[in-house]
């Protein structure tokens, strides 16, 4: 992980340096549409996949009731957002904030009336100021052979891509 980061960094220098931003007047909607697809498709399936491991008991309908709530929320703030129903100011914090401000409301929403009594799963969290595993703080990258640090150029390129289009082509002006 730390030389898929060291890579991705190195990547990142040389798309500074070439000025790679100037590049998106080639890039038209279809891709910005595709990325923001195939990032509310990995979102769906994880959660997808959190809520096969509940079965079909309490946290899961609890689960899914908050899941379906936080959506519907959030997608009706952002199209207030568009709308000309409240004045601007309004709208503007409506589409920048209410996604957050929502699953911030429902983060505590689950802990009140009877959904207290409700085992949901919580974060693992550790000691504070330890790692999480049991390995010392510094990751000893003079151990690892030459193959596998090269090996790590491939997902490099995938997260730089990944970064450089969610940073630059999502919000172009197109």
Not at 38 to 65: C, D, H, M, N, T
Not at 107 to 136: A, C, I, N, Q, Y
Not at 146 to 154: D, N, S, W
Request: with cysteine; glycine share 6%.
């Amino acid at each position: 992980m730390c030389w898929i980061g060291l890579w991705s960094v190195l990547l990142h220098w040389i798309l500074a340096v070439t000025n790679s931003c100037n590049w998106l007047k080639y890039v038209t909607r279809f891709p910005c549409d595709i990325f923001g697809f195939y990032i509310a498709f990995i979102y769906l399936q994880k959660g997808i996949q959190v809520l096969e491991r509940f079965g079909f008991e309490a946290p899961f309908y609890l689960s899914l009731s908050v899941a379906l709530l936080v959506f519907c929320i959030a997608y009706i703030c952002g199209e207030l957002g568009k709308a000309s129903l409240f004045r601007h100011p309004v709208r503007v914090f409506l589409k920048d904030y209410g996604t957050p401000l929502t699953v911030v409301f429902f983060t505590g929403f689950v802990h009140l009336g009877r959904m207290k009594s409700v085992d949901l799963e919580k974060l693992p969290t550790s000691r504070p100021f330890f790692p999480t595993e049991d390995r010392p703080w510094l990751v000893q990258l003079w151990d690892i052979e030459v193959r596998e640090v090269f090996l790590a150029l491939p997902f490099a390129i995938l997260l730089t891509v990944l970064f450089w289009f969610d940073h630059n082509g999502m919000s172009a002006p197109i």
